[in-house]
Nanobody, 114 residues
């Protein structure tokens, strides 16, 4: 069983930055990909960023150039650095870990507002 714990969500002004963290724990597990989804009110959940076990990254068009995903293998933790935040980035952000199945974090609220 794998548990994911997220942190880092907050209220931030437009143009500001936040860094989300997701820490994985549990019995030994393999990883094929790590990443983040988000869900805004009234909208479908969308994938924001992903990093594969080979280090290949992928981003939603809406966040390219502003968000960056990274990982610390020693800590079983990955991060989403979010810069130049916009009101449309407001959402609950969920981290995930994919191996033979998929595991989700509990979600963390990011609100971008002046």
């Amino acid at each position: 069983q794998v548990q994911l714990v997220e942190s880092g969500g907050d209220l931030v002004q437009p143009g500001g930055s936040l860094r989300l963290s997701c820490a994985a724990s549990g019995s030994s597990f393999s990883i094929s990909a790590l990443g983040w989804h988000r869900q805004a009110p009234g909208k479908q959940r969308e994938q924001v960023a992903l990093i594969t076990n080979a280090g290949i990254t992928n981003y939603a068009d809406s966040v390219k150039g502003r968000f960056a995903i990274s990982r610390d293998n020693a800590k079983n933790t990955w991060y989403l650095q979010m810069n130049d935040l916009k009101p449309e980035d407001t959402a609950v952000y969920y981290c995930f870990l994919r191996n033979t199945g998929i595991y989700w974090g509990q979600g963390t609220q990011v609100t971008v507002s002046s």
